[in-house]
């Protein structure tokens, strides 16, 4: 049994440009939420998606957005990088919508702005 | 809103010394609470969680915890730590029936031979 798969483990980018990660859930898992954690901070949530919907949305900017495919699967997007948007965005699933209960976390996906 | 707070941002200790890392939170309804550990350049492992029931809570590698009420805390104790369990560990809180976790800034462990 596969654990939460996320793509690409390292990436850099430079400011101004466009980002995506992507992370499979676990097989069964209908929830995906990302987290941006930075470098010495906890983990911050993002978005969590239910059944191809978003159903929560973390205090980020419109620069960031996900979505969910019908296979369960999620991209997350970040558009015009800054400096700032340096971390490890962390994926998790769970296999219900109000489930922070059981959710399993991915390696994460660190991304360096420069 | 939801706050997490830990006591300590680093703890040091020597191996087969106890230890505990202190986490309170602010909440005033039904919560749950776990603790998380992130090794170097990974993502987070379950220790353990408090959902209901006995608030003493046993989780992975000997770790436990006790959800207090009266004090809003939830402290990680391990009576006799080693070497492999230095890492970053994290406090968290989910409001019951919630789709997120609420997360504190952490606590370094660091075991010392």
């Known amino acids: 049994d596969t654990g939460v798969t996320q793509s690409p483990t390292h990436l850099i980018k430079t400011r101004g440009q466009q980002v995506t990660l992507r992370c499979s859930p676990i097989?069964?898992?209908?929830?995906v939420s990302w987290y941006q954690q930075v470098l010495g901070q906890g983990p911050q949530f993002i978005f969590q998606?239910?059944?191809?919907?978003?159903?929560g949305r973390g205090n980020f900017p419109d620069r960031f957005s996900a979505r969910q495919f019908p296979n369960y699967s999620s991209e997350l997007n970040v558009n015009a990088l800054l400096l700032g948007d340096s971390a490890l965005y962390l994926c998790?699933?769970?296999?219900?919508?109000?489930?922070?209960?059981?959710?399993?976390f991915g390696a994460g996906s660190r991304l360096t702005v420069l | 809103a939801q706050s997490v707070t830990q006591l300590d941002s680093q703890v040091p200790v020597f191996e087969e010394a106890p230890v505990e890392l202190r986490c309170n939170y602010s909440?005033?309804?039904?919560?749950?609470l776990f603790w998380y550990v992130q090794y170097p350049n990974q993502g987070l492992q379950l220790l353990l969680k408090?959902?209901?029931?006995?608030?003493l809570v046993k989780g992975i590698n000997g770790f436990e915890a006790e959800f207090n009420k009266s004090q809003t805390s939830f402290h990680l104790r391990k009576p006799s730590v080693h070497i492999s369990d230095t890492a970053e560990y994290f406090c968290?809180?989910?409001?019951?029936?919630?789709?997120?976790?609420?997360f504190g800034k952490g606590t370094k462990l660091t075991v010392n031979p």
């Open positions: 998790a699933s769970s296999p219900t919508q109000a489930g922070a209960n059981v959710l399993t």
């Open positions: 097989s069964g898992h209908k929830s």
């Open positions: 909440s005033s309804v039904s919560v749950y």
């Open positions: 998606y239910y059944e191809k919907e978003e159903r």
């Open positions: 968290a809180v989910a409001q019951g029936g919630s789709e997120k976790l609420v």
């Open positions: 408090y959902l209901s029931g006995s608030t």
